[in-house]
């Protein structure tokens, strides 16, 4: 029978505002839990970017439905279970719920993800239906993309409930997914980034997902199949071709050397395409730590293989900076002048190296361009409405002007973008790569940083930027790419000049804040993790755990170079 107070049919995925009471849904590793139990949800949450070792898995239990169970306590017990479904599969949590819904949930379509700090509740909804209410922190997709929530707002499901043969009270309605507090989230998940081919298949660029870290490598080629994510795939592609699946005898690994068993379509590959799907495999993969070879098979047929995968360390290079001996490259103890402070002049606030022969500069926030070989300061713009100049590796030299991006060629031709907002943007940089961009524009009363792909013809013109992909809300005064897949925002400083500086992943939890005083811009190496600030004094200061290190002294404006 239904319970008077329940509808069978109703369930939907809200959003609200309400208050909330404390509750955890974190089930304990090794321990067989009630399901009204009350445990721990505070802690220190780190976000894991390489491999995971098998000893590193938290294996988590739940207990089944208590016999006499109230419709509260068995909606408990599920989320309990679903906190340790991906140890045993979500058989657990399948025996809290009734004949179809046992049968046709999908647990994997999506998680919703709570503040580990926050609260969750159970609580009657006001069609009778029981209302699960939690802090958002994001939602991740069955892709494994993770979005961020923002506003505020929070998870709300609603279930409804009837009794079995044996009268005793189950789930009978319920949305596909999971509900996980954001430890819950992490013991069962990890982030990795899969590699995906810029249009030329020059370059491989990094997409963030986060997969189950059971099966770490199987999941990881699996998420690989599915393409890059939506906010990427207007400038990035797989070598893997369409409708690939993983083969019968799926990833192994041994002695280090993952092999790969991918379905029929990719035997009719080109020779160069096979090479193609091996490079971006062995990338992948080499990340984990586990992994220094991939070998690519189709059946019983070789691929390819990929040579032994080694992992290293960039530099963030050679600083490049304006102060009173003029424009000067230091590297160590070493100083060269690359223009003196006579040639040079005075105003210059920014700085981006585009080659080892050609220095932007900013001069009142209007761009320059200066030939070192020959000393010769060229002007580029006029504009004093300039945002912070930056350069890629590929010697394009990037800022942006109200609500549009600027790009100049290494031949110096300009393109201009507009950003997906359409609005004013307050903090501006472009990776490495050249091929995602990061920005900061004003939302309500915060500003909220989101990335975008640059779409480029085949010939590598920008030709426009991608739809907007938040990660982030502060009230943001810089930022800046230190590796491939985090972006370093600076706030706006307090009364007493001290900023909180976050590391932000581009599809990931912030994790990692520190703060920092009296900066004015930031200055990283974009490949390097290498973050260092310049304050207002002309200190350049390096980031060491959670201290900051003097550095350089007497700057005015400084970047890395690459070359």
Known sequence: MMHPNFS??????????????????????????GACATLPTSGPVRVADHGVRQADLVLQYAQGPVKG????????????????????????????????????????????????AGNARVSDASDGSLNVSAPA?????????????FGGANHELTLSLATDGAGQWRIAALPDGVLLSATSFQNAFVAQNLYFFNRTRTSLVPDRRWVLRRRLTTHVVSALLTGPAPWLNQTLSSAIPDGVTLGSAG??????????????EVANASANDKQAIVRQLATTLGQLGSVNQVIVNCGSTVIGSSATIRQGQRSPGAVVASSAAGLVRLEGNNTRVLL?????????????????????????NALERLTVSTKTLTQVNGDTDLGAVCAD??????????????????????????????????????????????YAVAVGESMRVSVCAVVRDDKGVPTGLGEAYSIYQTDVAALSWVDEVTVAVLAKANTAGVAQLAYAPVGGMVTDVTQVTNAVRLVSGRHGGQVSVLTDQGQLMVSSGATWVPSYSGLKAATYSRV
């Open 137 to 149: 922190l994001a939602t991740l997709d069955a892709k494994g993309i993770y979005s961020v929530a």
């Open 251 to 264: 990833v192994e690994v041994s002695q280090a050397v993952a092999t790969v068993d991918l379905s029929s």
């Open 69 to 116: 169970a109230s419709p509260t306590q068995i909606v408990e017990g599920f989320l309990l279970a679903c906190a340790a479904g991906y140890s045993d599969e979500f058989a657990t949590a399948r025996s809290f719920l009734l004949g179809q819904a046992a049968s046709s949930w999908r647990p994997d379509a999506q998680v919703w993800i709570y503040d580990s």
């Open 393 to 438: 590796n590929s010697g394009w030299v990037w800022l942006c002007q109200g609500a549009n991006v600027l790009a100049y060629s290494p031949q110096g031709a300009r393109y201009t973008l507009a950003v997906p907002s359409n609005l004013p943007i307050a903090a501006f940089d472009v990776a490495s790569d050249g091929y995602r961009l990061a």
């Open 340 to 364: 003196d402070a006579g040639a040079l002049g005075e105003g210059i606030n920014g700085v981006a190296v585009a080659d080892a022969n050609t220095v932007y500069l900013q001069r009142n």
């Open 8 to 33: 069978s049919k109703r369930f939907a995925v809200l959003a609200s505002r309400r208050s909330l009471l404390k509750a955890s849904l974190l089930a304990g590793a090794g321990l067989g839990l």
